[in-house]
T-cell receptor, first 115, second 114 residues
Framework: EPEVTQTPSHQVTQMGQEVILRCVPISNHLYFYWYRQILGQKVEFLVSFYNNEISEKSEIFDDQFSVERPDGSNFTLKIRSTKLEDSAMYFC?????????????FGPGTRLTVL | AQSVTQLDSQVPVFEEAPVELRCNYSSSVSVYLFWYVQYPNQGLQLLLKYLSGSTLVKGINGFEAEFNKSQTSFHLRKPSVHISDTAEYFCARGDGGATNKLIFGTGTLLAVQP
């Protein structure tokens, strides 16, 4: 069964460093997303991506964040200069179509710890 | 703003007992509701969804949920739980706009004890 994969499973970094979180969405899916969950808080939407551009982003997704689909399989989230408050679980998701009723398939997450 | 509330952060239950995990949502014209489960070290997996039609929705692993418009609730139930049901359960809603954004609750940890 196809699945979304994410690497690494856990990333530890120093404040101010750049990190890149990687995701491989399901191969025939066209819409890609990043969500995050700070410990004890809600899973929050960060950004959606379609046709090589951002289709929507949240207030959280400021200039420190960027997304890219560098090739036909990977989807990355870059945080340019990490802050302590960026420590969270980051989930990648993909879907084959657009719409609030369409199932999104999630990866296992990357736990980012900023020291 | 649209929201989802899961009041119970943790629900302990004995094996073979029934369980209900509560979810309430803010009312809107259209609403699409989902329950996701996250087993340890795995991704979020869809359990079931309500889009329209019958208010009782059946999902995988024996779970079901009932959409209640008057109470703005979408509680998840299982008549008899197993140890293997121990996981984090997330209620979510579709944003209803021209986007795919999901809005999640804080999650409920179902801890099944022998």
């Amino acid at each position: 069964e196809p699945e979304v994969t994410q690497t690494p499973s856990h990333q530890v970094t120093q404040m101010g460093q750049e990190v890149i979180l990687r995701c491989v969405p399901i191969s025939n899916h066209l819409y890609f997303y990043w969500y995050r969950q700070i410990l004890g808080q809600k899973v929050e939407f960060l950004v959606s991506f379609y046709n090589n551009e951002i289709s929507e982003k949240s207030e959280i997704f400021d200039d420190q964040f960027s997304v890219e689909r560098p090739d036909g399989s990977n989807f990355t989230l870059k945080i340019r200069s990490t802050k302590l408050e960026d420590s969270a679980m980051y989930f990648c998701a993909s879907s084959e179509a657009r719409g609030s009723w369409v199932e999104q398939f999630f990866g296992p997450g990357t736990r980012l710890t900023v020291l | 703003a649209q929201s989802v509330t899961q009041l119970d952060s943790q629900v302990p239950v004995f094996e073979e007992a029934p369980v209900e995990l509560r979810c309430n949502y803010s009312s809107s014209v259209s609403v699409y509701l989902f329950w996701y489960v996250q087993y340890p070290n795995q991704g979020l997996q869809l359990l079931l969804k309500y889009l329209s039609g019958s208010t009782l929705v059946k999902g995988i692993n024996g779970f079901e949920a009932e959409f209640n418009k008057s109470q703005t609730s979408f509680h998840l139930r299982k008549p008899s739980v197993h140890i293997s049901d121990t996981a984090e359960y997330f209620c979510a809603r579709g944003d209803g706009g021209a986007t795919n954004k999901l809005i999640f609750g804080t999650g409920t940890l179902l801890a099944v004890q022998p």
